[in-house]
């Protein structure tokens, strides 16, 4: 038996999310744990439909805690794979040193790094819009296929909205940006895969580029991978399988601690 992989999700999603890349990891002998968040668990269309009361209270180390937790329990150190929100606990995860490796993609970025770009202000602005107080996000149609699933067409986005979107925490992405969310990014880590998406208007390429620079230990691996035409719902959207390959000769690579090749190398 392989190695066991934790999967983190993200924002508007839950462990739906990750059940191409369950199938597809335990083909090739991986144990797979998808942990929902708090008040996540559940299918997508009924927590759209009946919003958990206590959602908007939920912050960052609500959810980082029981995922480290549950870690800690395991024989040894897993992997870990978290897509935005859920790859920045990866990177938080992998700087207490409980996991052997990390994977984050799309991912929300440490120590309150932000880019210039205008579509992650907009995005920015109106999830943690003040004015709103603690009341939840309830995701629709119009903004998943505008900001989330934008590379989709209307079809595919209206089928991947009804199976994976959901409600989701104001307070989660303001604690994003909180020192909960710190990282000291010029100590030694375990190996780290930052993958982003060309046309990502949440966590977009430029901000994740900006993240690989941050790490600045020249003995730790962290290596950046750009997928084109990709959107932040790039672990769902069509290709998904060839991210998905990627990361697992990505994973192949570390544990057989082999040199990289051309295509592995940083970008």
């Not at 144990?31 to 206590?54: K, M, S, V, Y």
């Not at 859920?86 to 790094?113: E, T």
């Amino acid at each position: 038996m392989k190695k066991t992989i934790i999967f983190v999700h993200g924002m508007f999603q839950n462990p739906k999310s990750w059940e191409g890349w369950i199938n597809f990891f335990e083909s090739k002998g991986y144990n797979c744990i998808a942990p929902a968040w708090p008040f996540h668990d559940g299918e997508p269309a009924t927590l759209r439909n009946h919003i958990p009361e206590q959602l908007g209270d939920l912050e960052l180390d609500d959810i980082i805690t029981p995922i480290e937790t549950e870690i800690l329990k395991l024989d040894e150190k897993p992997i870990i794979i978290g897509h935005s929100v859920g790859g920045l606990i990866a990177q938080l995860l992998l700087a207490r040193g409980v996991v052997s490796s990390a994977v984050a993609i799309c991912s929300v970025a440490p120590n309150k790094m932000i880019t210039f770009d205008w579509s992650f202000f907009k995005n920015a602005a109106t999830i943690a819009n003040p004015l709103k107080g603690n009341e939840p996000i309830p995701m629709d149609l119009e903004t998943f296929k505008g900001a989330f699933a934008n590379t989709l067409t209307d079809a595919q986005a209206q089928t991947e909205f009804e199976r994976t979107a959901t409600p989701d925490s104001r307070n989660v992405f303001r604690t994003c940006m909180t020192d909960s969310a710190d990282i000291d990014v010029e100590l030694p880590h375990a190996p780290l895969l930052l993958i982003s998406a060309s046309e990502d208007m949440i966590c977009p390429a430029s901000l994740i580029e900006k993240e690989q620079h941050a790490y600045t230990d020249e003995t730790s691996i962290t290596d950046l991978k750009e997928f084109q035409g990709r959107s932040h719902y790039i672990c769902n959207e069509p290709g998904w399988e060839e991210v998905a390959d990627y990361t697992s000769q990505w994973i192949d690579r570390q544990l057989n601690n082999m040199p990289l090749t051309e295509d592995f190398k940083q970008i």
